[in-house]
């Protein structure tokens, strides 16, 4: 267990639809990065928010939106969700940029 | 997109034998990192290795790395069952350190007992 924790577990929503998943970061972690991971391929980097302002992005459209609040916990938002969301959600949080990343269970999230 | 390949995508030996794993990547790196996913679960950091670093080690864990040829290797020594799982490995490419991290496709290892 890292102390990072998501919710909720497993997610089904239908095209066009929108989602909101949550991520607690570890104590004293003040850098949230979040992931998508599709079925057998490793985990893509899609934003890191650091003390509340995002702070990187991977190849992810606007409608994958994040925020992070005062206590570091953090929120994906995807609007007008496609078929290919369907993935595992990881969030990681860290103490800094740069140092070690400590990930959460996940969220599965199926889109019909 | 994914910066680092794993070699090979899948590793099957028995208890107690060592496990070595690859990974190549294309560009500069701050860091590189492994980490160990069980089934679709969260993944678990193994070690860290910084770009001026070459070797570490973590109890039954070796990492190496040559930044020269782009590449790294993770060496599990006295493999258990309970090893199996996929393994990853993942390089920090962004400026300033921000966390960008890019994940290769991953090694399924399975030892069996």
């Known amino acids: 267990e890292t102390g990072v924790t998501q919710s909720p577990t497993h997610l089904i929503k239908t095209r066009g639809q929108q989602v909101t998943l949550r991520c607690s970061s570890q104590s004293g972690h003040n850098t949230v990065s979040w992931y998508q991971q599709a079925l057998g391929q490793g985990p893509q980097f899609i934003f890191q928010?650091?003390?509340?302002?995002?702070?990187g992005r991977g190849n992810f459209p606007p409608r994958f939106s994040g925020l992070q609040f005062p206590n570091y916990s953090s929120e994906l938002n995807v609007n007008a969700l496609e078929l290919d969301d369907s993935a595992l959600y990881l969030c990681?949080?860290?103490?800094?940029?740069?140092?070690?990343?400590?990930f959460g269970p996940g969220t599965r999230l199926t889109v019909l | 997109s994914q910066q680092g390949e794993e070699d090979p995508q899948a590793l099957s030996i028995q208890e107690g034998e060592n496990a070595t794993m690859n990974c190549s990547y294309k560009?500069?790196?701050?860091?590189l990192q492994w980490y160990r996913q069980n089934s679709g679960r969260g993944l678990v950091h193994l070690i860290l290795i910084r770009s001026n670093e070459r070797e570490k080690h973590s109890g039954r864990l070796r990492v190496t790395l040559d930044t020269s040829k782009k590449s790294s290797s993770l060496l599990i020594t006295a493999s258990r069952a309970a090893d199996t799982a996929s393994y990853f490995c993942a390089t920090d490419v962004g400026p300033y350190n921000n966390n960008d991290m890019r994940f290769g496709a991953g090694t399924r290892l399975t030892v069996k007992p």
């Open positions: 990681a949080s860290s103490m800094g940029q740069g140092d070690e990343q400590f």
């Open positions: 560009t500069s790196i701050n860091n």
């Open positions: 928010y650091y003390r509340e302002e995002e702070n």
